[in-house]
C-alpha cells in the first residue's frame, strides 16, 4: 500500500513537471512543481518580449500588439555597458576581487593601481632616450593588465 501510494505520488510530481516544461509561459511558481532542478532561466523568464528597437517601429505599432500587455525585456542588461572606458576583462577582475559585496570600493582600488601603473609608465617614457625605446613602452594600464593575464594563463599542449 505504502510503495504504491509513494509511486503514484511520484508519477504524479513527474506528470506536473513534464506539464510544466512543456509550457514555457508558466513559471516555477505557477505550477504545484517546485524543484527548480530541472527548471531553466527561459522557462521562468520566456514571456518578456523584446523591447521597441526604433522610433518608426513604436509609431507604426498597432493598440493590439502583445507589447502593450506582456512585461518587455530591459533595454540595456545589467551587465552590459556602453562606456568607452568598460573593458570586460577588468569587470571580470574587480568580480573576482570583490569581498562582502564591496564593488565601489573594489573599482576605486583598480582605478588607483591603473593611475600608479600610468605614472610608473610615463616616468619610463619620459625617461627613455631614443625614439626606439618610447615605442617599446606601453602607457595603458588595461593593455598592461590584458598583457599579464595572457602571460600568466598556463599552455596547454
Known amino acids: 500500500m505504502l510503495k504504491s501510494l509513494f509511486l503514484l505520488r511520484s508519477s504524479s510530481f513527474q506528470c506536473i513537471r513534464q506539464y510544466h516544461l512543456t509550457i514555457p509561459s508558466l513559471t516555477a511558481g505557477q505550477t504545484q ?12 523568464y520566456g514571456s518578456h518580449v523584446d523591447p521597441v528597437a526604433t522610433r518608426s517601429d513604436l509609431l507604426t505599432m498597432d493598440d493590439l500588439d502583445e507589447r502593450h500587455y506582456r512585461p518587455v525585456k530591459p533595454v540595456i542588461p545589467t551587465y552590459q555597458s556602453f562606456s568607452c572606458f568598460h573593458d570586460p576583462l577588468v569587470s571580470r577582475v574587480v568580480g573576482v576581487l570583490l569581498r ?10 583598480m582605478h588607483k593601481t591603473f593611475r600608479t601603473i600610468k605614472l610608473i609608465q610615463v ?10 625605446e618610447r615605442s617599446s613602452i606601453e602607457c595603458n594600464p588595461v593593455t598592461l593588465l590584458q598583457q599579464a593575464i595572457k602571460n600568466a594563463t598556463p599552455i596547454v599542449r
Do not use: H, M
Request: glycine share 10%; aromatic share 10%; net charge negative.
Open 123 to 132: 616616468g619610463k617614457l619620459n625617461r627613455a632616450k631614443t625614439d626606439e
Open 33 to 44: 512543481y517546485r524543484g527548480q532542478k530541472e527548471s531553466t532561466w527561459w522557462e521562468k
Open 100 to 109: 562582502e559585496g564591496n564593488r565601489e570600493l573594489v573599482e576605486e582600488l
